[in-house]
């Protein structure tokens, strides 16, 4: 049995999008992927979840796997599950921008990571597939707030603004589906909305589309984001500035795609946005200042349940008590 395991923000599920077009338009001959992305692809088992759930690889089943692809989760914080597999003889194909650790070597994994902070999952499968799903990595790269990426390979392409726009606000949406505390806060299950987004190899004819998932996500973050503008701005100086949301899904929905938002408003300045959890803490979402893209996933990791990347972080419930020194640590460090 073949695993798929991809993290459900669009980055993740893009990702696996371009692999699995690329099966179907070769008729499920793999061209292009190494020896790990098997015969039987489509009929894979799926292995996601909300965008913070990163720790998936040990949902699969190693006593009837024989081949996982795992997309834009962090190695380090799968390490455990990854080696049970490799040691059970499972091949591994494995592409990722996050930390990464110290990565098993092991006849069975094949892998592409790249920690760069201006590269994402599905930009390095667009590499790997020699662009044969461009459009759809430039919506990937815009929604994972990659915009120069995002802004060169659409230049590449010879994209028009009209057209980089559009895939940036799908980019966007489909981002914006993958953020809650459980699967209850999205509007689709990130499982399912990968399988709708398979049956357009061009994204510009589900843009177009009447009613589609794109306009219903759109409708929907919209909405969202008009809330969002009344967050509480709770710290602010040159350096850093964190907002505070509600206990609230729609709250929860926005809490990274508005982090998103500020940083590309203020480039030079960090940006924290806090939701409160039932139990009164707090869930982060750290960016880094766009003209100085390093530290967050550093910054985050120093926490529980923190981790991430160098411009992007987050930690999934961080005490009351630590919160005044996470805010002074950002602050001193983008000093």
Request: aromatic fraction near 8%.
């Amino acid at each position: 049995m073949h695993y798929d395991v991809f993290n459900g923000d669009a980055d993740g599920i893009i990702a696996l999008l371009q692999l699995r077009l690329s099966n179907k338009k070769s008729n499920n001959e793999p061209k292009k992927e190494p020896k790990q992305e098997s015969n039987n692809v489509e009929k894979s088992t799926l292995i996601t979840g909300v965008k913070r759930d990163i720790s998936l690889l040990k949902q699969v089943d190693v006593s009837r796997a024989t081949s996982v692809t795992v997309l834009d989760i962090s190695l380090e914080k799968n390490i455990d599950a990854l080696t049970d597999l490799l040691n059970n003889n499972v091949e591994v194909f494995y592409v990722d921008h996050h930390r990464a650790g110290n990565v098993p070597q092991s006849e069975k994994l094949t892998y592409l990571l790249d920690l760069d902070a201006n590269t994402c999952t599905s930009l390095l499968v667009n590499e790997h597939l020699q662009g044969e799903f461009a459009t759809w990595a430039v919506a990937a790269a815009f929604g994972d707030n990659m915009q120069a990426s995002a802004i060169a390979l659409a230049n590449k392409l010879g994209l028009t603004d009209a057209e980089q726009s559009l895939l940036q606000e799908l980019g966007i949406y489909i981002n914006y589906n993958g953020y809650g505390s459980s699967l209850d806060d999205l509007h689709f299950h990130p499982a399912d909305l990968y399988q709708q987004l398979l049956e357009y190899p061009n994204p510009f004819d589900l843009i177009y589309q009447p009613n589609s998932v794109f306009s219903q996500l759109k409708t929907a973050y919209l909405a969202d984001m008009a809330k969002a503008k009344a967050a509480e701005i709770i710290f602010d100086d040159n350096h850093v500035k964190a907002l505070q949301l509600a206990d609230e899904p729609w709250a929860r929905r926005v809490s990274g795609v508005f982090g998103n938002e500020l940083a590309n408003a203020a480039p030079d300045k960090a940006h924290v946005v806090l939701t409160l959890n039932s139990d009164k803490s707090y869930t982060i979402s750290l960016r880094a200042p766009l003209n100085n893209k390093q530290g967050a996933g550093e910054l985050c990791a120093q926490f529980p349940t923190g981790g991430g990347r160098a411009a992007a972080a987050g930690i999934n419930a961080l005490s009351e008590e630590m919160l005044g020194d996470f805010i002074e640590r950002v602050s001193k460090y983008y000093t």
